[in-house]
């Protein structure tokens, strides 16, 4: 963590703090005359329990206060019509009263100190609102208060691309915003148009944060950091207020970016609020907009932002205009992985027996924050043992501190699970690439891509369909089904890995009878009056539309589909079961490959 998350409760706590101490100063100054009288001042002196006095008296001359301290500390202030009587008395009782000028003392307790303490409390609950003044680091420009709390560093080039292990493809789709910051002039010249917006996604600790910083850093331009959280504020109008600051502030630093980490903070999907729409939140984000809408293509402002839950974001963010490039940070593959520990090695003393290519392959869904702490936990191993080295059974105990530590975010892969898992992506990668309606292959990986995904296989659709046919959808059964078959074919059990894939297949052998009329027993009819599946609970409210016969005979003609196209995958799947050991073999290797790899292996064969 860069930047200490400043606790606004802190600062409330300081309120409360001074408006206490304020209260208990006016109140001691000015005493309680209703309750302490003369006579009982008299009293309190023959009893000898004051210990000392003093006089102040008032405007009118002859009359004032009379102030006297007990033993125990306590204070009692009692009203007197006759001065010079009271300090009379007092001096009687062997007590030594101090006389104030009168002047002074009104002054300082009825009208300088109020406006001291006014000001006091004036000051910090401003801070308490507008959060603390930036620290001395940031620029001095910043010493304001209201102002966006952005942190600006300079762009000295301290973290580089080269900082940023792995994450090629990212980088070279950053390279071209690092040009056009370097050299504005080289793109308006020609009337080129850069994205205004970038939005980095990815879970956490994959790199988002370095990278966006890495950008600047190659740039060598100004880098405007804030984080999400930090428009969100209890008063309203605030958070669109330090937008405003935030863009008002870059546009004084061009050519900058701009980067609000965790963007999802502000940029929910508007309307999703509880307890109604027009929410501080809501505002934030249309300042936002606006602000984003409100500079043109070419200022030299590139803003970034970073998330990992792209899907609660309002779409209206992702716009053309606004962020209008996507670059998806995945979690890094074997070789990703060796170079991140590679990047975190360079600083460490690590002995000889240290295989960072070892420890990459035994580390499967470790993102390069959970590389960087496995090294880091090692390094403290060691130290704590007094060993000159890093040797690998510190890297090893790290392992399963981590591993235990973070087992929900990176499950440690066994062999046998990664090698199902290869199997698996491979069957649907086979039905991909030989059906002709669906495909081509564009990655297959095992690298785990969060909660219970184990790997993925992706098509790269080479035409937009406006309808889809039924033997598209026939085939896009078959390839769910495809991760099925594989481990039926090779391990002879199944696992419980595919229950995404069998809910797809059957919600799109369902759509086929109910709604589409393509299954001749059941007829052109729609079965289907689901709109849309907002309420929960709908099909329990609603009566169906359809008569119990009818839901058999849909049940067993979804079945029929479903069975059908299991055996005709089945049977391509076997015809090519050579590519089926062949690709899982190369992604148990590399993790993850590309078009090319994959399709080379159709050809050798
Ligand atoms: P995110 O913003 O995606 O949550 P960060 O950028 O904050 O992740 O990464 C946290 C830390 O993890 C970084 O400071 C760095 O030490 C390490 N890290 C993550 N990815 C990489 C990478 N690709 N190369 C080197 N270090 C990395
Ligand atoms: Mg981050
Ligand atoms: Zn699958």
Known sequence: MEKTAKSPFRSYLWLIFVILIAVWLLQTLKGNSETYSYGQMKSDLDEGSIVSASITPDAAGNAGYVTVVFKNGLTQRVYVTNVSDSEKLLRDNGLDPVVRDRSMVNWVVNILLPIVLLAVVMVFLLSAILGPPPSQSANSKMFTFGKSRAVITNGDGKITFEDVAGLREEKEDLSEIVDFLKDPAKYTNLGARIPKGVLLEGAPGTGKTLLAKAVAGEAKVPFLSISGSDFVEMFVGVGASRVRDLFEEAKKHAPCIVFIDEIDAV?????????????????????????????????????????????????AILRP????????????????????????????????????????????????????????????????GNHPFISMEQVN????????????????????????????????????????????????????????????????????????????????????????????????????????????????????????GMSENVGVVCYDDDEDEVFIGKDLAHAKAHSEEISGQIDREVRAIIDDCY???????????????????????????????????????
């Open 321 to 384: 205009g606004r962020f209008d490039r996507k670059i998806t940070v995945q979690r890094p593959d074997v070789g990703g992985r060796e170079e991140i520990l590679k990047v975190h090695s360079r600083n460490k003393k690590l002995s000889e027996d240290v295989d960072l290519e070892k420890i990459a392959r035994t580390t499967a869904g470790f993102t390069g924050a959970d590389l960087e702490n496995l090294l880091n936990e090692a390094a403290i191993g060691a130290a704590k």
């Open 397 to 516: 105990n790290a392992f399963i501190k981590t591993g235990i530590g973070t087992e929900k975010k990176s499950r440690i892969i066994s062999e046998k699970e990664k090698k199902i898992t290869a199997y698996h992506e491979t069957g649907h990668a086979i039905l991909f690439h030989v059906l002709p309606d669906v495909g081509p292959v564009y990655t297959v990986s095992i690298i785990p891509t969060g909660v219970g995904a184990g790997g993925y296989t992706m098509p790269l659709p080479e035409k937009d369909e406006m309808y889809l046919t039924k033997g598209k959808m026939l085939q896009d059964i078959m390839v769910s089904l495809g991760g099925r078959i594989a481990e039926e074919i090779i391990f002879g059990d199944i696992t419980t890995g595919a229950s995404a894939d069998i809910k797809q297949a059957t919600k799109v052998a369902r759509s086929m009878v109910t709604r589409y």
């Open 567 to 605: 055996a005709k995958a089945k049977e391509i799947i076997l015809q090519h079961e050579d590519i089926l050991h062949k690709c899982a073999a190369l992604l148990l290797e590399k993790e993850k490959i590309g078009r090319e790899e994959f399709e080379a292996l159709f050809s050798e064969g």
């Open 267 to 315: 940029a929910r999907r508007r309307g999703t609020g509880l307890g109604g729409g027009h929410d501080e939140r809501e505002q934030t984000l249309n300042q936002l907009l606006v602000e984003m809408d409100g500079f043109t293509e070419n200022s030299g402002i590139i803003v970034m932002a970073a998330t990992n839950r792209v899907d609660i974001l309002d779409p």
